[in-house]
């Protein structure tokens, strides 16, 4: 070999630090420009799916919990609803005040409203759930087609919105998987009959949220626990400082 004549060398890369070692640090998420929500990475929840818990609904499809408050005492009930997509993440939410004779009557309210709002807002894929195993056989068996009370007319109408151009689907489930709505119930605006719709779900429903995101199971007593709260704390504070969010 000529020693004047030296092959020339490989290209120039400049690495100003070694490269981490994948087995220690998480992938980056995929980007998403502010102010869309930006998925953690899908191995960042941790899996608690056991017992009953809130289920995100199938791919395409948004899920409409609803759930109402009654009072015995007085005439006036508390309805609401809470709308996800199939990552669980918040779409909007409802409550409002109405006027029931009964629990019956209040849960079939909300489920009226639910209804109404979806076909509303444009949704095209939609599953409605209660946890009034009752109002729901009753909306999907009742054969009456001239109503002789108010609970029979607003039967129909759910029955008339469930058949419209659109997916929709009414199902039970259990109250452990409806409890961002009975919680929503809880949060009183006002005490009009106004419709307030919620575009970002209010503070107090973080925790539930995030419950309901990793598929935490709630107790039959319908509240979490003190260990509970305490891992989705945790959990909230490490989202929070990695600027992560789950609705």
């Known amino acids: 070999m000529n020693p004047f004549f030296l092959p020339p060398p490989p290209p120039f890369s400049f690495i100003p630090f070694p490269p981490p070692n994948p087995i220690l640090v998480r992938p980056p998420p995929l980007y998403c420009p502010p102010p869309l929500y930006c998925p953690p990475p899908p191995h960042f ?33 508390s309805v609401a609803g809470v709308c996800r997509d199939e990552h669980g993440i918040w779409l909007f939410g409802f409550s409002s005040r109405v006027k029931s004779g009964s629990a019956f009557e209040a849960e079939l309210l909300a489920v009226r409203e639910a209804l109404k709002l979806a076909w509303d807002k444009g ?10 195993e009752s109002v729901v056989n009753r909306i999907r068996n009742q054969l009456t087609r001239q109503p002789k009370n108010q609970i029979e007319a607003v039967i129909l109408e759910c029955q008339s919105y469930v058949s419209r151009e659109w997916n929709c689907f009414l199902q039970h489930t259990h109250r452990e998987g409806n409890f961002a709505a009975d919680a929503l119930t809880k949060i009183i605006i006002s005490e009009s009959f106004e419709l ?3 575009d970002h779900p209010p503070k107090s429903l973080s925790l539930i949220l995030l419950a309901d995101k990793i598929g935490m199971a709630v107790p039959r007593h319908g509240a979490l626990d003190r260990n509970q ?10 989202l929070l400082a990695r600027n992560l969010h789950w609705y």
Do not use: M, Q
């Open 196 to 198: 307030h719709v919620f």
């Open 229 to 238: 709260i305490g891992h989705l704390k945790v959990l909230k504070r490490e």
């Open 123 to 132: 949704l095209k894929r939609v599953i409605v759930e209660s946890d009034s």
């Open 45 to 77: 929840f941790p899996t608690t799916n056991t017992g009953i818990h809130w289920k995100k609904p199938p791919l395409g499809f948004v899920k409409l919990n609803t759930d109402a408050s009654y009072k015995y005492n007085c005439s006036k009930s």
